[in-house]
């Protein structure tokens, strides 16, 4: 999928275009997903004509890549900040409640990025841009539990840091899939966080 370049500087009001497109964009395709979404359907919803469309983006699919990436991006950060807050030593349960509120804060984000999941497994280079958002997530977790090394024990079964941050992922995804079929955003919050909180506590250190 090919993404379009910009090049020099934004100016304000096309920057305030892009991002209400994106923002209405984020309604239509959570509530219809994206095969069932047309262009006049995104410019209804964000008050706009095909010509402003076509000024920020030459197709559905660029208009979904930016929209994943903007949100993927945010995500990423968010999770850096929540797991920011102790000092090296890493209080487990209290660090996976604030992950957790961050991950699970929104279902329609949820039907997005399941999508893009699924476009993706279906376009390579969509799946080369969905692994390089994973791996920042990744990131994120693993370079925190890098930090509290030698505070904090992990469990010997995930290896290093990079394995436990792989299972922290491997739970997210497991727990969203109930989510968005049973709609029960507490329920899912509480089993993220004590399931996070299991895989990263270290059973040894309390024999």
């Keep these: 999928m090919a993404v379009r370049e910009t090049t020099g500087r934004m100016?304000?009001?096309r920057a305030h275009t892009r991002a209400n497109l994106l923002d209405a964009a984020f309604g239509v395709f959570a509530a219809k997903g994206f095969g069932r979404v047309s262009i006049e359907e995104v410019c209804e919803a964000a008050g706009y004509s095909?010509?402003?469309?076509?000024?920020?983006?030459?197709?559905?699919?660029?208009?979904f890549f930016a929209l994943y990436r903007?949100?993927?991006d945010?995500?990423?950060?968010?999770?850096?900040?929540?797991?920011?807050?102790?000092g090296p030593d890493l209080d487990v349960p209290a660090a996976a409640d604030r992950v957790t509120e961050v991950l699970l804060l929104d279902r329609d984000w949820l039907l997005v990025k399941t999508d893009f999941l699924v476009h993706a497994a279906r376009d390579p280079e969509v799946?080369?841009?969905?692994?390089?958002?994973?791996?920042r997530l990744r990131r994120a977790i693993a370079d925190r539990l890098a930090r509290a090394r030698g505070h904090t024990a992990l469990p010997a079964v995930l290896g290093d840091t990079e394995g436990a941050a792989h299972a922290v992922v491997a739970a997210y995804d497991?727990?969203?899939?109930?989510?968005?079929l049973d709609r029960d955003v507490a329920h899912a919050r509480i089993w993220l966080g004590q399931l996070l909180t299991a895989l990263?506590?270290?059973?040894?250190a309390r024999q």
Aim: glycine share 6%; proline share 0%.
């Design 11 to 13: 100016t304000r009001r």
């Design 200 to 204: 990263l506590t270290d059973g040894s």
């Design 127 to 135: 799946a080369r841009t969905l692994l390089e958002h994973r791996a």
């Design 174 to 180: 497991g727990v969203t899939t109930r989510l968005l």
């Design 70 to 72: 903007q949100r993927a």
């Design 74 to 86: 945010l995500i990423a950060e968010q999770v850096s900040a929540a797991l920011a807050s102790d």
């Design 50 to 63: 095909r010509g402003a469309f076509y000024s920020n983006f030459d197709s559905l699919d660029e208009l």
